[in-house]
Each structure stands twice: as C-alpha cells, then as structure tokens.
C-alpha cells in the first residue's frame, strides 16, 4: 500500500490519501484528542504529541499539526500511523461505526434557524456547496458545513485543513460568498459560523 501525501493552502495542514474509501458517506473532524476516543485512527494521529486536528474526508485525511511542530518528523509518524491502520483493515470507529457527519453533535448550537418560507433558497444554496463548493475545499482537503440561512446571510463553517487556513476568509468572502450571490439573490452576505 502506499500512501501520498499533498500539501493544502493551509501550511499547517498536510492532505493523506491512501488510495481508498476513508468515510463511506460524510466527513469527520476531530478537533481534541477527546474528541478523537470514538475513533482508533484519529486517536492514534493525536497520540503523536504533535497534532491540533484530525479530519476524515471520502477519500483522504486531513492532519494539523500544532505550531511549531516540524513536519519533516511527524509526516512519517502520521504515514505510519495510516498504513498499519489500512492495511489492518481496522474499523475507523469504535464498534465499527463508520457514519460520517458533516455537523458534530457538539457543534449544534452554532446553528442558524432556517425559516420555512426560505426552503426554496435554501435548497439552492445546499445545492451550490454540494456540487461546486465542496469538491474545491475537499481539494485543500477539507469540507464546508451549512449552518443556516437569515436574512439574507449564509453562515457556513470551514473544516479540516481549510478550517485554520490564513486564506479561509477570502475563500468565504470572495470565493462563496461571490458564487452564491451570482446564483442566488437573495443571498447578500457569507458569515464564518
């Protein structure tokens, strides 16, 4: 098995893909090493010393290492940690659960209300994220989570490594903010959530 290793527009963040299905459906973020106990792997990449997030994509995980760490060591730490994973065929949650979701659990109050009367624009921007959005950030390896529409403002949460990443503002502000204003009216704002 080998594994490749991209770089993200994050310098914090390194993109692992094994060649293989990762998430079946969904994403994961593990942003603690608490967080990342329901999950073998993640753990495993925390238990490095050196890692801040831990993020499962389809087909890829993303890896942020802590300031300061120096990736020319961990990366054959983290490339080791994701072989023995793979070729072991260990399950990637504990009890095998492998749902994916986009919205942690813990997250949820961090999310906006959509109003009733908005399900037609609402549709139309999920439809947006989902075919033209989310392929590019899964490209910086990453995923963009829908937190809800008000008055006239989308809010949105950047994951994995596009969730620290310095151009994360601009990709919000210029990049999504743009395409959706350009397809749907109605939207006249993009908010981090």
């Known amino acids: 098995m080998f594994i490749e ?3 993200t527009p994050n310098p914090a963040s390194l993109k692992f893909l094994p060649g293989q299905q990762v998430m079946p ?6 942003a603690s090493p608490e967080a990342a106990e329901i999950s073998p792997l993640a753990q495993a990449i925390f238990d490095t010393g050196e890692v801040v997030l831990v993020f499962f994509g389809g087909d890829f995980i993303s890896v ?5 760490a120096d990736w020319s060591a961990l990366k054959p730490q983290v490339v080791s940690i994701l072989l023995d994973h793979f070729v072991s065929e260990a399950p990637l ?3 095998g659960d492998a749902s994916g979701i986009s919205v942690p659990a813990d997250d ?3 999310v906006v209300e959509d109003d009733p009367e908005d399900a037609e624009i609402v549709a139309q921007i999920n439809e947006l994220l989902e075919t033209r959005v989310r392929p590019a950030v899964a490209g910086d390896g990453g995923d963009i989570a829908y937190r809800g529409f008000k008055d006239g403002v989308v809010y949105l ?3 994995g490594a596009c969730s620290g990443c310095p151009s994360s503002t601009a990709t919000l502000k210029h990049g999504i903010e743009g395409l959706l204003k350009h397809y749907v009216p109605e939207v006249v704002e ?3 959530a």
């Not at 459906?25 to 593990?30: A, L, N």
């Not at 942020?64 to 300061?68: E, K, L, V």
């Open 25 to 30: 459906s969904g994403t994961r973020e593990f």
């Open 64 to 68: 942020t290492a802590a300031p300061g």
């Open 108 to 110: 949820a109050d961090m």
């Open 5 to 7: 290793t991209e770089t």
């Open 190 to 192: 993009v908010r981090a």
């Open 93 to 95: 949650f504990v009890g």
């Open 157 to 159: 949460t950047l994951q």
